[in-house]
């Protein structure tokens, strides 16, 4: 059974940050520079969430309020669901799904050490029974795997 880690590991483990007190027009603009849908949260060192752009539509956007005025803390999700090394591909699907979320921190001794979206999950997944496959049609034909 693949592992969170084999997926960190294929995937790396960069982790794009923001403070909690910063406005959430920052956090966007490093959204949209790195292409990506969410932000570790920490304050003072210490981490406090995740934000995404669902918390954005949802929580600035829809709601009237400025970009500029709200801060991250205002509306990032304290103590997301978050998944550790050890916790198998299977169970990020299964709490992704339960609760229809597309990021899950990676947490190893109160840190983020990487963060899984629901596209990694996919394209690792897709990855994983290509090989499967490759391995099968060899053995199949003879070959050597």
Do not use: W
Not at 36 to 56: F, P
Not at 102 to 124: C, N, Q, T, W
Request: proline share 2%; glycine share 6%; aromatic share 6%.
């Amino acid at each position: 059974m693949k592992k969170v880690s084999h997926l960190i590991l294929h995937k790396g483990n960069t982790v794009n940050t923001i403070e909690a007190h910063k406005p959430v027009f920052e956090a966007l603009e490093i959204m949209i520079s790195k292409n990506i849908g969410a932000l570790i949260v920490y304050q003072d060192g210490e981490y406090k969430g995740l934000l995404t752009e669902r918390d954005y539509a949802r929580k600035v956007a829809i709601m009237g309020k400025n970009s500029h005025d709200t801060t991250v803390a205002e509306i990032m999700q304290a103590n997301p669901a978050s998944v550790r090394f050890e916790d198998s591909i299977e169970r990020c699907m299964e709490i992704m799904s339960d609760k229809h979320i597309r990021y899950l921190p990676v947490i190893a001794e109160k840190h983020v050490v990487g963060l899984v979206s629901m596209g990694d999950l996919v394209r690792f997944i897709i990855e994983d029974q290509k090989d499967t496959i490759n391995h099968l049609q060899n053995f199949i034909s003879g070959g050597v795997s």
